[in-house]
């Protein structure tokens, strides 16, 4: 439902509901963001079990306190290079949206950074890239000094497909 004034979802502009507290973590040389309440906690590295027949950034599925969860590799989604997990690489726990309401998926980073604030006026729209490509899952460009955080939309970074598959191996 789209509300007068409401430019997140009038799709209008970008409005004040990317401004606020994202946790920043890192990928290769990038630094992206995840809005905080988003976030349920960060554990460090922990074994997985492997689910048979799944993409190659589902790494499988964890045992937090007796809750099963799915864990996927950040890197992999995103198409980048596969890397050896060290001392600062860690897994949020995230919320998002499901088919059947909310569910709770790790995911891997190379390093968490800090929680930043981040202002509507530092938030730039995601550049078109003149093709056509998948954005919808970036809610926007931060900018932070000289760099440039890419803000992401977690319930929109896995597809329908990739949260059914999910749900099934949780």
């Not at 995840?34 to 027949?53: A, D, H, S, Y």
């Not at 931060?142 to 992401?152: F, H, N, T, Y």
């Amino acid at each position: 439902m789209t509300r007068p004034g409401n430019t997140e979802l009038d799709g209008q502009g970008l409005g004040g509901m990317k401004e606020g507290k994202y946790l920043t973590f890192h990928l290769a040389e990038e630094e992206f963001g995840i809005g905080i309440l988003k976030v349920k906690e960060i554990i460090g590295m922990m074994p997985f079990t492997p689910i048979p027949r799944t993409p190659e950034f589902v790494k499988g599925v964890i045992n937090l306190r007796g809750k099963v969860i799915p864990v996927i590799d950040l890197r992999l989604k995103f198409g980048m290079d596969s890397i050896p997990y060290d001392d600062r690489t860690c897994i949020v726990v995230a919320q998002v949206r499901a088919v059947e309401g909310t569910t709770s998926i790790g995911i891997v980073v190379d390093a968490v950074n800090e929680v930043a604030n981040v202002k509507a006026e530092d938030v730039e729209p995601t550049p078109s890239f003149g093709i056509s490509l998948d954005t919808a899952y970036i809610l926007g460009m931060a900018k932070s000094g000289e760099a440039v955080r890419i803000l992401l939309d977690i319930d929109r970074v896995l597809g329908e497909d990739d949260m059914a598959l999910l749900s099934q191996a949780a």
